[in-house]
């Protein structure tokens, strides 16, 4: 069965360093797969797209990976500070071609930096 | 760009009772989709409108739950005789084209109690 897993447990880490977080998916072959952060409360806000084709995106102090082979993206925050707590959500093309945008998500990583 | 909005923000109502949502996309927009979120879990797809041809349905999606996009703008989502496992979060997102290569605006959701 289709299946995208984060990482269930919370990642804490100190301000300042890199956080790492890992999506998995099996049985998927998406030509893209995005980025989201959620606040409490609130709905998710996009943070980055990349194709299967680019092996890194990078963005300010964000960097997405997405190894096809592995099935596996990773998103780091470098130099991270308290302001990036938050859920971070990963999500592929669910339907059968990449143009319906129904997207399956992952169930969240929720990230905490602390000062 | 005023961003995708919700109303209402919160419902609390019966079990048995009827309720309905709205979402106002982003003006340009043609695609609009549903989701809902329960907590912990990441948003599941329910059903997306293309202008205002509704192209998918989930699965999710039984028959107590109705969908409109009349003109192609604003959106309602009914659920008739509701039931306890229908609270949720319900996510609103639009995008402007379809695919999984387009960002998608989420609005901030309708948090729905049944009591």
């Known amino acids: 069965s289709q299946k995208i897993e984060q990482n269930s447990e919370a990642l804490n880490i100190q301000e300042g360093k890199t956080a790492t977080l890992t999506c998995n998916y099996t049985?998927?072959?998406?030509?893209?797969l995005q980025w989201y952060r959620q606040d409490p409360g609130r709905g998710p806000v996009f943070l980055l797209l990349?194709?299967?084709?680019?092996k890194e995106k990078r963005k300010e102090r964000l960097k997405v990976t997405f190894d096809t082979t592995l099935k596996q993206s990773l998103f780091h925050i470098t130099a991270s500070q308290p302001a990036d707590s938050a859920t971070y959500l990963c999500a592929l093309e669910g339907g059968g071609s990449s143009n319906t945008g129904k997207l399956i998500f992952g169930q969240g990583t929720t990230l905490q930096v602390k000062p | 760009d005023t961003g995708v909005s919700q109303n209402p923000r919160h419902k609390i109502t019966k079990r048995g009772q009827n309720v309905t949502f709205r979402c106002d996309p982003i003006?340009?927009?043609?695609?609009l989709y549903w989701y809902r979120q329960t907590l912990g879990q990441g948003p599941e797809f329910l059903t997306y409108f293309q202008n205002e041809a509704q192209l998918e349905k989930s699965r999710l999606l039984s028959d107590r739950f109705s969908a409109e996009r009349p003109k192609g703008s604003f959106s309602t989502l009914e659920i008739q005789r509701t039931e306890q496992g229908d609270s949720a979060m319900y996510l609103c997102a639009s995008s402007f084209g379809g695919g999984s290569n387009q960002p998608q605006h989420f609005g901030d959701g309708t948090r729905l109690s049944i009591l």
């Open positions: 003006s340009e927009h043609n695609r």
């Open positions: 049985n998927y072959s998406p030509a893209y």
């Open positions: 990349i194709r299967e084709n680019e």
